[in-house]
């Protein structure tokens, strides 16, 4: 499956056809997918050998996966729930986390209280990578967010 939507990119990194390495994760929109997303990034980053990236972009990959899995989970769905994609694209000094689900709605940073168990997830995306946003895609449907993470 090809991921889409290059022309939406930052402008900080190539169109998604030229990353050299890539890897791609279909989830089931349970409680259980952030950390099935996590566990896979760490291990392909691993196999990358960008270890460096870990931390972040295992972080940065639940937190988008987790955003998809609520949204996707609230819409709804008649029958089977659609599932959320993973797809992680790499070079020698990055990395890029693309998380499709079947929602057109775009992802919203919220303002969480000091208190508040949600809320921060896109913060800490925005914290975490160089840049990030998400595009409509044209071919699935549905969005995909991305961020891009860095070596230091």
């Known amino acids: 499956m090809e991921v889409t939507g290059a022309q939406a990119l930052s402008p900080y990194h190539h169109g998604l056809d030229t990353w050299p390495r890539r890897e791609y994760l279909e ?3 349970l ?6 997303a996590r566990a896979h990034v ?3 980053l691993r196999e990358w050998r960008l270890t460096e990236l870990a931390e972040a ?5 639940s937190e988008l996966v987790t955003n998809s899995v609520l949204a996707t989970r609230a819409a709804g769905w008649p029958g089977r729930q659609p599932p959320v994609r993973l797809w992680l694209l790499g070079d020698d000094a990055s990395v890029l986390v693309l998380v499709w689900d079947a929602l057109s709605a775009s992802p919203a940073p919220g303002e969480a209280a000091i208190d508040d ?17 998400s595009y409509p895609d044209s071919t ?3 969005k ?9």
Request: charged share 15%.
């Open 27 to 29: 989830l089931r929109a």
């Open 31 to 36: 409680d259980t997918a952030p950390g099935k």
């Open 42 to 44: 760490v291990d392909v």
């Open 57 to 61: 972009a295992e972080l940065v990959a």
């Open 117 to 133: 168990e949600s809320g921060r997830g896109l913060a800490i995306v925005a914290a975490l990578s160089q840049a990030w946003d």
């Open 140 to 142: 699935l449907g549905g």
């Open 144 to 152: 995909v967010t991305w961020a891009l993470i860095t070596s230091p």
